[in-house]
């Protein structure tokens, strides 16, 4: 049989110039990382590609594209965040004459935009486009737009191709489970892409794909891990043998059933992301996040979720039309109450797909054309009740209390002496424990900094008399000072920033409109 023609596909994630998610990055770059984890869109597209191309995985963080060398065809992902470097690499790659494709949330939501820079885009799911988009690239039949109606049965899922991926660059591996999700907030895209009725994996499968992954540490890239709480519970059970260490994203109510919390602990996780969004009940109402109202006693379940040993990434949103300044205030103030330390704090903003573009663009109050801006820590929409420069200030103020060492020492103080960081995250290896000692010892022995060794003295004194698990104890410390130093980066980037935010101030809204 005639050997088939082979094709070299470069699948890419371009790099992002401002960056959340703060520990993430900086914690990555502690332990000699580039990145904390690569999408999962790209080892997932990689795996439903057919055998017959060669297949290069660059995500822009971590490694540079080689354009020396040219290939015959490139997928990009893009984001809201990395769509103006998308625009770039596009224009790029089709100056040299290679067929580009976009896909992901960005290209998903502004196909028109997008099509000036590709020559196809892929529109939500990838698994089944992608195969007849690549089938008609080889034809010389590519269609614009790569659209279906449906979702995917999303039952069983082909390995993602890590070995493609320079693992030694990254900290942990993505997974995920479930697609989908009942809910419908007007800032997120999820149920507009997926569909909100929730489709899960056999967990086999996943357990599998957990055990051929070449880490053991993992993040569930799920919505909301636990929503399906039966299902949760069975893939706990099946993962506790696999002695990973983990993070996951899941709604406040997973506080309510005792036996997942503990099943959650004893399978790995260390930590979960919770979207609270607002503590202001309007504008929980105004953003459609309903299931975060009815009286839910955040402090009580806060508590039973620390007292199974797992830490909580707390995220909020300000800007909504029913917020003024104060909101900054009120959730410095719940944090310090609740012994929050991971605290991710962001402007409201307006991706592409969402309510919150559509109402924002009908109102003619989205500020900036520049997409890249909407990672959360920047006005880019035209707020009711501050200026831009008003709450880009307040921001500022509010994330630099919410990480000076003062602060910090405070939660931790609360947070050791209740339990919480008493169980180890996991199965967590000599190694690992080795090198989280010896990175702590670099930062906070060998420093010059009193205030540094100053936290230290404290958490090594808290470590030692109340038994505090090494990892969970070091890894807090690292992951504070990763908060601490990317915000003092912020700042001194602060007056670039700021003249970004001057130059398209235009006051409240309301008091322009009377
Ligand atoms: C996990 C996650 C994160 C993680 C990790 C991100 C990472 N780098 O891996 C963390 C918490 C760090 C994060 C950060 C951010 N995130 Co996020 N994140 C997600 C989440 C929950 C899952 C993404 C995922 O891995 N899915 C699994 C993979 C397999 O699915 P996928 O990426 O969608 O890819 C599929 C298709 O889209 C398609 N596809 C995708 N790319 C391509 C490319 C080609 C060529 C083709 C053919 C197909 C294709 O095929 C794939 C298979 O079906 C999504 C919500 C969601 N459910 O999608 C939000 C989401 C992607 N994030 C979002 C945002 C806004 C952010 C932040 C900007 C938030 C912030 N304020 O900082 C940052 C940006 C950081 C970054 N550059 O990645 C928005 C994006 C909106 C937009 N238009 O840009 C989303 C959609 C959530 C939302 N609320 O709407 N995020």
Known sequence: MPERHRFLLYLISPRQRFINYPAHSELAKMFGKRRFMVPLALPTLAALTPAHYDIRIFDE?????????????????????????????????????????????????????SLQHCDAVVAGEGEGKWEKCLEDFENGTLQPVYQTTGFVPYTSQKPPRWDLVNMKRIFQVAVQVSR???????????????????RYREI???????????????????????????????????????????????????????????????????????????????????SHKQHNRGGKNYAEAIARIHAAGIHINASFVVGFDNDNPDEFDRIYDFTMENHLPHVNLHLLNAPPGTETHRKYQEE???????????????????????????IFDKYMDTISRLYDFETIRKKAEALFSNGTFT?????????????????TFKEFVLTTDPERKKLFKF??????????????????????????????????????????VMSQDRGPWKKNQI
């Not at 996991?426 to 990175?439: C, V």
Request: net charge negative.
């Open 364 to 390: 003619g109050r989205l500020l900036s054309r520049n997409s890249e801006l909407g990672v959360g820590h920047f006005p880019t929409i035209h707020y009711m009740n501050m200026s831009q420069i008003e």
């Open 61 to 113: 963080e971590i490694e540079e594209i080689p354009f020396n060398h040219k290939p015959d065809i490139v997928g990009i992902t893009t984001l809201a965040a990395t769509s103006n470097r998308a625009f770039e690499l596009g224009d790029r790659f089709r100056a040299m004459g290679v067929t580009v494709i976009f896909g992901g949330p960005f290209a998903t939501f502004m196909q028109e935009a």
């Open 423 to 439: 169980r180890p995250g996991g199965d967590i290896s000599p190694f690992m424990k080795a090198r989280l000692s010896w990175i």
């Open 180 to 198: 989908g999700c009942p809910f419908n907030c007007d800032f997120c895209l999820v149920s507009k892409t997926f569909g909100r009725k929730m």
């Open 204 to 286: 086999d499968n996943v357990v599998e794909e957990i055990k051929a992954a070449p880490s053991k540490y993992f993040f569930f890239v799920d919505d909301n891990l636990t929503i399906h709480k039966k299902y949760a519970k069975e893939l706990m059970k099946a993962i506790i043998p696999l002695h990973i260490s983990w993070g996951c994203m899941c709604s406040i109510d997973v506080a309510s059933d005792h036996e997942l919390l503990e099943l959650m602990a004893e399978a790995g996780c260390f930590n979960i992301l919770i979207g609270f969004e607002s503590l202001n009940p309007e504008s929980l109402d105004e």
């Open 459 to 500: 958490i090594i004194k808290q470590i030692r008399a109340r038994q505090i698990a090494i990892d969970k104890g070091l890894g807090f410390l690292l992951a504070m000072l990763g908060y601490h130093r990317h915000i003092r980066e912020h700042h001194r980037n602060m007056k670039e920033y700021r003249e970004i």
